[in-house]
Every structure is written in C-alpha cells, then in structure tokens.
C-alpha cells in the first residue's frame, strides 16, 4: 500500500474533527486561518477520492464502512467544503472559541455524515451534527435563542431516537446495518428520522424557530448541513418513495406561504429553506434520474446561494443590531454592497437565467412534468413564483428601500465580505457554467437548461410575480407579529406541562422542607432545655386552671443549678428506689 | 391601486399571450401548454394567491403579539 492509497483511505470528516480539538491550543491570530485551512484540505482528500472505495472494519460483530465513496456522497462533499470555508472567511473576525469550534464539530460531521457507508457510522455522525448545531443556536446568546436551542435539541433528539430505533430494529431483522436503498417496516422508523432534519411538514418548526435565533456567523453554517445532510440520506434510502412527492410540494407551497408572513429576515429565509428543500423532497420521490440529478443539483446550489442570504442578512443585523423587518427599511444608502450582494444569492434562488437556481431547479420541475405529476409541477411552479416573491421582491423591497428609516448602519468586517463575495461568485459561476455542475452529478446528464422554452416559461413567471408584486406594493407592509406554526403544539402546553411536572412538585417539596426545618428548629429550641420546656407547659396550664397569666419565660438553655432538686428530695427518691427493689426481690 | 401598474400588466399580458399564439413558445404535455401565456397568468395569479393567503391566514387566524410564547413562562 502506497502511501496515498493509506490516505484515500482516511474519511476527511476527520480532518476537520481533528482540527476542531487542536482548535483550542491555537492563538486567537491562528484560528481564523487554521479554520479556513482545514475545508481547503478536507477538498483536496475528497478530490483524491476514488470512486468506489469503500474502506471499513470489523468493531465487535459490526462491518463498519466510516468511508464510502461514490458520486452523490462526493457531490454533497464538495460543498459541505466549500460552504465551510466561505463561512469560515465570514466568520474570520469572530474571536470566540467555542463558535468556531462548534461549526468545525458540525461541518466535519456533515461530511462523516454523507461519507458513512453504513446505518451506526451515520447515526454516530447524525448526532454528533446535533452537538455542534445546538452550540451555534445557542451562541446567540439572547433569551430566545436559549429556549430555542432546547428545542431544536429536543426535536433532534426525538427524531434521533426514530433512527436509532428503526436502525435497532433494520438490524435485528436483516442482520444488515449497510447503509443502501430501504425498505420494510424498520425503514419507516428510519424515514420518520429523516424527515425531522429533512424538515418535512409537519415536523419542520425546529427550523425556523432555531435558526433565526442563532449568531450571526451560525446560522450561515447551519443553513448548510443539517437539512441538506438529510436530503442525501433520503436520496440514498428513499428514492422513488411516492409519499415523498407529496410531502415535497406541500412543503414548497407552505414553506412560501409562511416565509411571506415573516417579521424576521432570517425567519423569512429559513422558511425559504422549508420551501426550497419541498422541491429537493419531491425530487427523491419522483426518483428518475433527472430527478435524483436534480435534487442534487438543487441541494449544491442551494447550500451556496442560501448561505449567501443568510450572510447578508447576518451583515445587516450586524451593522444595525435589527432583523425585523418592521424596524428595517432605507439601507440600500448605507448597505449598497450587501444589497447587490443580497440580490445575486435572490435571483439565484427565484431561477433567473445565468444564476445557479435556473440550472438547478428547473430539473426538479421538469422531472415532476416528465413523470407526469401535473399537479405537483404546477406546485413547485408556484412555490418558484412565491420564493421570487419574498425573497427577490419583499426582502429587499423593505429591507433595503420602502420607508428610509435613517437607521445608524456600523461598518462590517472586510472578512464579510470576502465570504459573501466568493459565494455570490459561486452562484454566478454555475449559473453561466452548468456543465461543471452536472459533471458531478451521480447520473450521466444530457439536460440543457438554456432552452428556449425554458426562459420563456423562467421569464413569464417572474416578470408577472414582479408586475402583481408591484400592483400590490400599498399592501405589502411587515406585521410585528408571531405567526403560529406546528411548533405551537408543544410550545402552547409547555407552560402547563411546567406548572404541572416542574413547578407543582418543586412547591410541594419547598413546603415540606419548610416544614421539616422548622419542626427541627423547634425540636433543637426544645432539646436546648427539656426541663425548662416541661416545667413551663405545666406552669402554664397550672395559671390557666387558676386563671392567672403565663410564668415568666424558662430560659433558652438548660441550666443544671436552676433545675437542681433539693437534697432531701433527692434522699426520699433514693430510699423510695431501695424499698421498691428489696420488696421486688422477695416477688419470686 | 395605481393605474400605471395594472396598465403595464395587462399590456404586457395581452403582448405575452399573443406572441405565445403566434410562435407557440410555451411547451409541455399537459393541458396548460394549449393556454396561450399559461405561465405568465401562473405567475401572476400564483403571486396573487400567496399574498392573498398569507394575509388572510395571517390576520384572521395565525397571528399573536410578539411575545406569545413567553407570556406565560417567565416569571
């Protein structure tokens, strides 16, 4: 063995792991640019890769496959790296640890994720995406985000849960933890964990209610993995699956309904992400090859433009302090860069010509008309003209224009905008050269976006969603509301469920312990002068048969001299004693 | 509303199916690729829908104050 046939025999996943544990020892200058190392080298492994190697070991009675290559897992590989490394030149300025940490741990993750070749490795890595996503909600550090990335843990933990059990059960009934298409009942449990990181409604309100409540510089990384980890495992286990059709174009409609009525941007953009997966879902249940291919595809460019919005609109709550978009508005003066920027990564998710949605999307939509699913086409179509219309329209119209409200606008790390800029080339670089897209794709592709069917049907929609957007432009005002979502179903009774098991037994247990101290109080005051105690009860009781008031107090501390009995008293005990045992004695 | 939009709309309406009649320019196997600027009126009404339904579920039903979930937890 060669040494570099050893080293394509190391799952990349480890290098950032490892990267991640000598992350700490490192000074504060190094790790930004240690950070940014590590995808750079994790790319240049998965680019060595062979296709079809599959390196494992045997761990107890287990095959444990931790890499197994083949053109999805490389496809979905090569962006976990290169998201991760544009979130890593976002996040250069930031100085904290922990955050940088926590993405290494959940980036490596995702990449160990999409290269586990059997259903234990995946599962190890599954959870471990949890521990580094739960930080980054939580570095936001605000009394939302607290609650929130309990939550997302609790979900994630259930959904967990789901898998372990359906992987339990795959395994004791096939003998078989390999990680390949599934199917029999275990693989229901396994698909119910799935679809929560998937976000398929209605197990998706973890999403937008972690993601907008994260950092600044997390939610870039966590618009990248989770979900899209997801929807290669369902590519993987579930493709052709006909539920999942539908689940997809539900999800697209809901998702662009909800993320319309929206307040917060990244609320807004993390519900574009419900939407955007919706296709993706439908996609892997179409299950052609041009519809596998084009939920790949889908997955590739979305993890870039996405990230890319969420960047811009972290750069906006970063140099103002505000995401809603009732207190937004007027900043196309003060922000110009972030609003071109922000509108490369919006006309790459609507599906403009030359940007990387129309290239990618557009598979997925023509897969659902060429299987003949007419309904769902017509769907994802609507849910292409609804995502134009919150994110290329509404966003940017009250974000940036509407009513100028002078907001006071700090300046933003240059690393910002290196990370948004290379992302936004991204977009654009796919979007002109599709072909070096589809050359990763898992099938052999002969698609041909730039029809002109293609942009007419492109330019119909969006010039018409842009033309009624603007017909409506009086009523299109931000709420300063929260909208109720599936997530009402356990946040609602929470506070009950609180009363019920938390506060109702830490009261009674407060009350008895109350009582308990306060009987040994009086127990320990009593024990000081047991004498004094007696002696003042029965010259109490005594004044209350002679209707006289109570004795002055005893004191508090037995004194032996005040209870002293006399002399005399003590002889005719002594003698009493006597007398009794001399006559017990002659009891026989 | 403003007149210019609706004006500019319906103009570009009226040039977008008629160029669809002339040239046949929209494709499929379905029944929509016989209507003339099928997906211009998808577009359109599609965006009309959302809107629609985001602000009827949004006032009539879904909507509480900002602070809904926590009212009843912090004390």
Redesign the interface.
Known sequence: MTLTEIINTIPPALVLLIGAALLPVLSVRLRPLVFLALPVLALLMIVNLEPGTAAGFAFMNLELVPLRVDSLSLAFGYVFCLISFFGGLYAFHLKEKGQQIAALIYAGSALGAVFAGDLFTLFVFWELMLVGSAYLVWAGRTRHSAGAGMRYIIVHLAGGGFLLAGILWQFSQTGSIEFSHLEGAPSWLILAGFAVNAAVVPVHAWLPDAYPESSVTGSVFLSAFTTKVAIYTLIRGFEGLEILVWAGAVMAVYGAVYAFMQNDIRRVLAYGIISQLGFMVAAVGIGTPLAINGAVAHAFSHILYKGLLFMCAGAVLFATGRSRLTELGGLWRSMPAVLVLYMIGAVSISGFPLFSGFVSKSMEIYAAEAGHHTAVFLLLQLASAGTFLYTGLKLPYLIFFARDKKLPASSIPRGMYAGMGLAALSCILIGIFPQALYSILPFQADYQPYTAAHLWETVSILLFTGLVFWLMLDKIKPWPHAILDFDWFYRRPAGLVYRVFVETPARVFTRTNDGVMLLAGWLSGVAANPVGFIIWHAGRLKNWIHKLPPPAAEPAVFDPNRYRGSLGAMVLVLMAAFIIVGLASFIR | ??KT??F??LV??AV?MSADVMFH????????AAVP????????S??????T???L??HL??????????A??DN
Do not use: N
């Open positions: 509303m403003k939009p609706i500019v709309s570009l309406l977008f320019l929209t494709h499929g196997d379905g029944w929509w600027g099928f997906f211009a009126l998808l577009g359109g599609g965006c009309l829908a959302i809107i339904a985001a602000w579920l949004g039903w879904l909507s509480r104050y900002e602070d809904y979930y926590d009843d937890r």
